[in-house]
């Protein structure tokens, strides 16, 4: 994967540097100070994945993420977890908080190249054939899955895509979010965030702030949290 680092600080770009250089299935294309000068280059050279702060002078790492092709994937890094949510709005594929630990940047990398990988190979056509009553039938890699409600965990929207989420498997289809979330029954399934829906059912704990899903931790935003808490424990 094609990957660049858009970071003000020269310190935390080359701490990312060395990161990447342990893996080999990313190569860099270019370090840049500011969203500005990343445009520029991006403007001639594809890029696969953004290593992108968010508090940066002039363009702020949020808003430059909105204007990039749908087709580069983004992991946020920043010294300020509390801008993990805002990062669901932009679809990004991970965020992490500095100083970033090498076994926590390599599963973010690894989440990205997966990403990558799927949705290079998924079929445009892909899409829902049936739905019932406990299961539904998704169409994936030129195959229809049964999928049973019960064994999602939670569905995760990426760019023009949605990855369901199952205990030992991923499916993805060529979906919006909103669209899927429609065929859902509605009491069984929650919007945690612009990118996330997750299954009630399947809930192990959770805060003010977030869900969890056996080793998953799912942010929940300002926008839906109030909908999110009245659908989970206000009908009991």
Known sequence: MRCIIVDDEPIARR???KLVENIPSL?????????????????TSPVDLIFLDIQMPGINGIEFAKSIPKTTLVIFTTAFAEFAVD????????????????KRFNKAVEKAINYHDLLISESKNANVEHVESDFIFIKSDRRYFKVEF??????EGLKDYVVIQLDNQRIITHMNLKTIHELLPPNKFLRANRSYIVNRDRINSFSNN???????????????????FEELIGNK
Do not use: C, H, W
């Not at 294309?29 to 500011?34: I, L, P, V």
């Not at 932009?90 to 100083?99: E, F, Q, R």
């Not at 019960?150 to 569905?155: A, E, Q, S, T």
């Open 87 to 102: 990062s669901y709005e932009v679809d990004a594929v991970d965020y992490l908080v500095k100083p970033i630990k090498p």
């Open 15 to 17: 701490g990312i540097e």
């Open 27 to 43: 190569k860099i294309q270019g370090s840049f100070e500011n969203a500005d000068v990343a445009a520029k280059f991006m403007d």
């Open 150 to 155: 019960k064994d999602i965990l939670f569905i």
């Open 210 to 228: 977030d869900v969890f899903i056996t080793n998953y931790e799912i942010g929940i935003s300002n926008f839906y949290r109030t909908s999110f």
